[in-house]
């Protein structure tokens, strides 16, 4: 079993690092907000942090999933962080949804200081961290992926290598393009099939059976129909990730117009003040009209 730290304990750090614990490793955790981190230690008898470098001291890896670029910086070259303390040779996995330009500098960093950097952003949401059947997409050097990916399968389900630093932040974008605009279309066919007068639950139940069928039709069409958002992966979120999207895109001559617009969706309602929203709260702005 070999001796890790986790950074960032938040609705998805919280079930990975537990995955961690229960699967027999040392885990020491870190968490901005302390109170998580006790709460974490007592529930699962494990060691807490007061900074990231302490968590870092001996781990083997060092896992990090926090907000964005700014967070994931912070806690690896900021003061205090996991870059000073670890040992040479250890690894940081960073699960944390952030640009490529960030995990492309943090393994230029670890190079420096004969460390190594993985970029590895998620998929699965809560739901799938709760279960430990995340989708993890790595960048980096890919034999040093093969000895973080034992480890990653605690809580990971498909974990694929996609190249060198910033290929995992670059999947997660295209994941993220591909969400949003199934959540776009699947917004605008409930509103349309309401307004027609159809039975929409028996609709989906129909539709669900042919092309038209998706993850988020089987787990977001019938609370979508029942107005229901206080769950899930929140608009402030997901109109983070699309900005780093369109940025990136800006870099390398993509056109994404429908991303673009739906960016601006979830600008709208997150002034609206549902920026805790789950994502497919899309539909919200179809239903004003």
């Keep these: 079993m070999a001796k890790l730290a986790f950074l960032g304990l938040g609705v998805m750090g919280f079930p990975m690092a537990r995955h961690l614990v229960e699967t027999g490793h040392d885990v020491t955790v870190y968490n901005r907000t302390s109170a998580k981190a006790k709460k ?54 960073d699960h944390t949804t ?25 998929s699965g949401g809560q739901l799938g961290a709760e279960n430990g059947k995340l989708t993890i997409m790595c960048g980096g050097q890919k034999e040093i992926f093969e000895k973080a990916q034992p480890i990653m399968a605690c809580y990971g389900a498909k974990i694929t290598w996609m190249g060198p630093a910033g290929s995992g932040q670059l999947t997660k974008m295209v994941n993220q393009i591909c969400i949003a ?60 990730d699309l900005n780093i999207c369109i940025e990136e895109a800006a870099k390398n001559g993509a056109e994404l117009p429908i991303t673009a617009i739906i960016s601006q969706l979830y600008g709208r309602l997150s002034n609206q003040g549902f920026g805790r929203n789950d994502t497919s709260s899309l539909i919200r702005l179809l239903k004003e009209r």
Excluded: H
């Design 98 to 122: 952030a640009s490529a330009k960030v995990a492309r500098e943090l393994a230029d960093a670890a190079n420096e200081k004969n460390l190594y950097f993985i970029d590895a952003p998620v």
């Design 40 to 93: 974490f230690a007592a529930e699962f008898k494990s060691q807490m942090a007061d900074s990231p470098g302490e968590a870092a001291i001996g781990a083997d890896i060092v896992f990090a999933c926090v907000g964005d670029d700014p967070d994931i910086k912070q806690i690896t070259i900021g003061e205090r962080g996991a870059f000073a303390a670890m040992k040479p040779n250890s690894i940081l996995v």
């Design 181 to 240: 605009g199934l959540l776009q279309g699947l917004s605008e066919a409930l509103n349309f099939g309401q307004k027609a007068g159809l039975e929409m639950e028996r609709a989906l139940d129909v539709i669900a059976g042919g092309a038209a069928q998706s993850w988020q039709m089987e787990n977001r069409g019938t609370t979508m129909l029942a107005n229901e958002f206080d769950f899930g992966f929140a608009v402030d979120w997901m109109r983070k």
